[in-house]
């Protein structure tokens, strides 16, 4: 049986993932005599397992070769009794749904701006500059600034006074800065 390997990994970890699947085969072998055990296979069995005692000191002394980190929460998963490809396989479908989650919500994102932007553009011609605004996917560059829609705003803010409230209008100058 061949095991499909990574590019990311080096040899000493092929070859210990090959005599650890080696070891899993003749645990499995083993289980299949013990099963079907008679007395006068007795002889067979006790070389498989000292075969297997054989594997163990192979794969102990490969460990040195090779750094592996297996997160601890799937140790502790296999250990109650599940199948850590099952495992894999719900946490790869768990990060699909996130990322069909999230692409929809940038979707909703995206139709939401662009409704208020075809409004702005009806309701509110003048505030709109010359350029189209960038959209949600599009980072502005951090050394382009935008004009403020505020330099074309005329409101009227009332003047707070004990005496007197008359109010007081205002227009705010436009932007001096080079766009």
């Not at 794969?59 to 502790?76: F, H, R, S, T, Y």
């Not at 605004?133 to 935008?146: D, F, G, K, V």
Request: glycine share 2%; hydrophobic share 30%.
């Amino acid at each position: 049986m061949s095991i499909p390997t990574t590019p990311s990994e080096s040899p000493s970890e092929q070859t210990f993932e090959e005599k650890l699947q080696e070891y899993v085969d003749a645990l499995l072998r083993l289980g299949i005599s013990v099963h079907d055990f008679e007395p006068e296979n007795a002889e067979s069995l006790f070389d498989q397992i000292d075969g297997l005692v054989d594997d163990l000191n192979e794969l102990n002394a490969l460990k040195e070769q090779v750094d592996i980190e297996v997160p601890g929460n799937v140790l502790d998963q296999v250990e109650d009794g599940a199948n850590p490809d099952i495992l894999v396989r719900d946490w790869a479908q768990t990060l699909v749904d996130k990322n069909q989650k999230t692409h929809g919500h940038i979707c909703a994102l995206q139709e939401l701006h662009d409704q208020i932007q075809n409004e702005m553009n009806l309701h509110f011609p003048n505030l709109i500059p010359d350029h189209p605004n960038p959209s949600i996917s599009e980072p502005i560059p951090s050394s382009q600034s935008l004009p403020s829609p505020l330099h074309a705003i005329k409101s009227e803010v009332p003047q707070l006074s004990s005496t007197k409230q008359e109010p007081v209008t205002s227009t705010l100058v436009e932007d001096t800065a080079p766009t």
